[in-house]
């Protein structure tokens, strides 16, 4: 089994977001910490990174459960699902209040026992379908 110090803090990010307290991401993350699906406005850091999950917590409201947990020595992947509900201002009215769920996988790299960058990839067409902004497509041959 392969361990990583930087696990703890990885677990940490999970319960922040879930929990909607920010204020322990700089014990975290690295002082240059990238999250590389940040808006190219959101600077470096610990503060970029509380800015990005601010609007993941209060304007989404996003939940994670936790799917699984991979190490290596310098990374550390989290499949996880995402868990929200329609947003009118950001997903628009019609899908105001419809629940969905988003799988996702997150990938860290970690330097000693922090988060030194992030990487995600999340099913948005799925959240799309679910709150009936896009039709859902069967596979070729497919029956109803």
Do not use: K
């Not at 922040?16 to 910490?33: K, Q």
């Not at 990938?107 to 995600?120: G, K, P, Q, S, V």
Request: hydrophobic letters at 40%.
């Amino acid at each position: 089994m392969t361990t990583n110090p930087a696990e703890a803090a990885a677990l940490r990010i999970q319960d922040a977001i879930n929990s909607g307290d920010l204020s322990g991401l700089a014990d975290c993350v690295t002082a240059d910490f990238v999250d590389h699906g940040a808006r190219a406005s959101i600077p470096p850091g610990p503060e970029g990174y509380r800015r990005a999950l601010t609007f993941v917590t209060q304007v989404l409201g996003i939940t994670y459960t936790l799917d699984d947990l991979i190490t290596t020595p310098d990374r550390i992947v989290i499949r996880a699902t995402g868990h929200g509900v329609g947003v009118a201002e950001v997903h628009g009215p019609a899908a105001a209040g419809r629940e969905y769920s988003m799988p996702s996988i997150h990938i860290y790299r970690t330097e000693d026992d922090r988060l030194a960058e992030h990487w995600a990839v999340r099913d948005e067409v799925a959240v799309l379908q679910q709150l009936g902004l896009m039709p859902e497509r069967r596979p070729p041959g497919a029956r109803e």
